[in-house]
């Protein structure tokens, strides 16, 4: 099974820092790449699927990038609402469609 | 608006059964690939299973193969996971989610609101 490591596990930053967090899988997953923000008590939300590709009415500050193994999810201006757990996903091949363990990220 | 909403989620005692449900709506259901994904209390997110348009292929977790079994009724528009020999660690609450494709993997989304499920004696 293709493992994923996000890293950091948590991160302290203040509204309007750009925070970036990092996802790298265990063998080549070309694109199939995608970001999940969770708020307590939530239900997981898509922000990027496919490495880079912005999902329908999530703010452009989110932005991610790579492909193969090394992937980021770059928030430009942190706003309140972001303050949240991220996740990312691979899917890629058949599953399991394996998840990293998470990166929370809390107000300074 | 796609919708989806989870049920028949509880309480049940270790060795026991619970069939989760989950009632789509908004869109052309066997079109879509479906799965489900746990979360345990303060931890991160699990894949189970999935499950294709055509319901014809399906995938577990290892952690669950043998003991659950995902299906889905087009008639109903409905997907289930039926879950046997439950075990402490499959506490959890429950996510259903829609696939971009009919036959997977590919990104969540939407997600529902999930229904919790507890093993315990």
């Known amino acids: 099974d293709i493992q994923m490591t996000q890293s950091p596990s948590s991160l302290s930053a203040s509204v309007g820092d750009r925070v970036t967090i990092t996802c790298r899988a265990s063998q080549n997953i070309n694109s199939c790449l995608n970001w999940y923000q969770q708020q307590p008590g939530r239900a997981p939300k898509l922000l990027i699927y496919?490495?880079?590709n912005l999902q329908s009415g999530v703010p452009s500050r989110f932005t991610g990038s790579g492909s193969g193994t090394d992937f980021t999810l770059t928030i430009s201006s942190l706003q309140p609402g972001d303050f949240a757990t991220y996740y990312c996903q691979q899917s890629c091949g058949t599953p399991p469609n394996t998840f990293g363990q998470g990166t929370m990220l809390e107000i300074k | 608006e796609v919708q989806l909403l989870e049920s028949g989620g509880g309480l049940v005692q270790p060795g026991g059964s619970l069939r989760l449900s989950c009632a789509a709506s908004?869109?052309?259901?066997?079109?879509?690939?479906m799965s489900w994904v746990r979360q345990a209390p303060g931890k991160g997110l699990e894949w189970v299973s999935a499950?294709?348009?055509?319901?014809?292929?399906?995938y577990y977790a290892n952690s669950v193969k043998g003991r659950f079994t995902i299906s889905r009724d087009t008639s109903k528009n409905t997907l289930y996971l039926q879950m046997n020999s439950l075990r402490a660690e499959d506490t959890a609450v429950y996510y259903c989610?829609?696939?971009?494709?009919?036959?997977?993997?590919?990104?969540?989304?939407?997600w529902g609101q999930g229904t919790q499920v507890t093993v315990s004696s």
């Open positions: 499950i294709s348009g055509s319901g014809d292929n399906t």
């Open positions: 496919s490495a880079s």
């Open positions: 908004g869109f052309i259901f066997n079109n879509y690939a």
């Open positions: 989610v829609k696939e971009p494709v009919a036959v997977g993997p590919g990104w969540f989304d939407p």
